[in-house]
Nanobody
């Protein structure tokens, strides 16, 4: 069992930055897993944001965040990060981190463990 805890959300003005963290609070290490970030805005379906490979070498991003968001991981600290720059009001959502046994996937159904989410609100 992997328990994930997100933190770092909050209220920020458009154009600002936030860094979200996702820590494995107990149980198995996350270094074995593909780690993804997803988000869900009110009234919308959960949306893929990006992922980082277990080694941290490979990353992938949704087109609407590419060039603005960066995912990284520190396996020694059992923590994954989502650096968000140039934030827009449409980035407002609850952000979730998740862990997958698959090598590379953007399919939320293939992520086995999920955090509880952290709210990000971007004001215009």
């Amino acid at each position: 069992q992997v328990q994930l805890v997100e933190s770092g959300g909050g209220l920020v003005q458009a154009g600002g930055s936030l860094r979200l963290s996702c820590a494995a609070s107990s149980g198995r290490t996350v270094r074995l897993y593909l780690m993804g970030w997803f988000r869900q805005a009110p009234g919308k379906e959960r949306e893929y944001v990006g992922y980082v490979s277990p080694s941290g070498v490979s990353t992938n991003y949704a087109d609407n965040v590419k060039g603005r968001f960066t995912i990284s991981r520190d396996n020694a600290k059992n923590t994954v990060y989502l650096q968000m720059n140039s934030l827009k009001p449409e980035d407002t959502a609850v952000y979730y981190c998740a862990a997958s046994d698959y090598s590379f996937t953007i399919d939320s159904g293939r992520y086995k463990y999920w955090g509880q989410g952290t709210q990000v609100t971007v004001s215009s």
